[in-house]
């Protein structure tokens, strides 16, 4: 199992928003940042959120971060049939590694 | 652009070895720490190893501790990793990624490299 623990699914309809959990350790998410990557089928993964809430240049605002002692969340607001994907988090781990979480399967339906 | 395209890939026996590589482009590579990071068939994204932007740093998840050796070529903006006594369960894709700030946030990645290891 993952250092990481995320929701295995999501769904939500167009338009709607949606929140997904990563919850971790004071080694880890309690002590370093979040990040958040998105996978779409047959693609590598693309970063969408890094320093638990920066989002970098082309990712729509419609994508926020949170941290909050060892938890972290992403939330989808207005959500897309082209955000139906795989998200990860990550973040390093104080016993020197990286940890990601299992990932969560966002549908839209 | 940014690109980083991994090659090397492919079937190899249990206790075989193979060396993957990264070719970079687009930016300055020695300027950046980078990071393999696997994914198994249907699975989730596993952090391998990462080398700092010298040389001088590197590390390893247990799970490959003592196997895999992570090198780079800064001359060649290349990026290596020495796979060997190879296992099965070592079967995913193998993606290079830049690391933009040294602080573990991968903002880009190549298409990646399927290792299939069977007999």
């Known amino acids: 199992q993952s250092v990481l623990t995320q929701p295995p699914s999501a769904s939500g309809t167009p338009g709607q928003r949606v929140t997904i959990s990563c919850s971790g350790s004071?080694?880890?998410?309690?002590?370093?940042?979040v990040n958040w990557y998105q996978q779409l089928p047959g693609t590598a993964p693309k970063l969408l959120i890094y320093?638990?809430?920066q989002r970098p240049s082309g990712v729509p605002d419609r994508f926020s971060g949170s941290k909050s002692g060892t938890s972290a969340s992403l939330a989808i607001s207005g959500l897309q049939s082209e955000d139906e994907a795989d998200y990860y988090c990550?973040?390093?781990?104080?016993?020197?590694?990286?940890?990601f979480g299992g990932g969560t399967k966002l549908t839209v339906l | 652009q940014v690109q980083l395209v991994e090659s090397g890939g492919g079937l190899v026996k249990p206790g075989g070895s193979l060396r993957l590589s990264c070719a970079a482009s687009g930016f300055t590579f020695s300027d950046y720490y980078m990071s393999w990071i696997r994914q198994a068939p249907g699975k989730g994204l596993e952090w391998v190893s990462y080398i700092s932007s010298s040389s001088l740093y590197t590390n390893y998840a247990d799970s490959v501790k003592g196997r895999f050796t992570i090198s780079r070529d800064n001359a060649k903006n290349s990026l290596y990793l020495q796979m060997n006594s190879l296992r099965a369960e070592d079967t995913a894709v193998y993606y290079c990624?830049?690391?933009?700030?040294?602080?573990?946030?991968?903002?880009?990645w190549g298409q990646g490299t399927l290792v299939t290891v069977s007999s």
């Open positions: 320093s638990n809430n």
């Open positions: 990624a830049r690391d933009r700030s040294s602080g573990w946030e991968f903002d880009y």
């Open positions: 990550a973040a390093w781990d104080d016993r020197l590694r990286g940890v």
């Open positions: 004071s080694s880890n998410i309690g002590s370093n940042t």
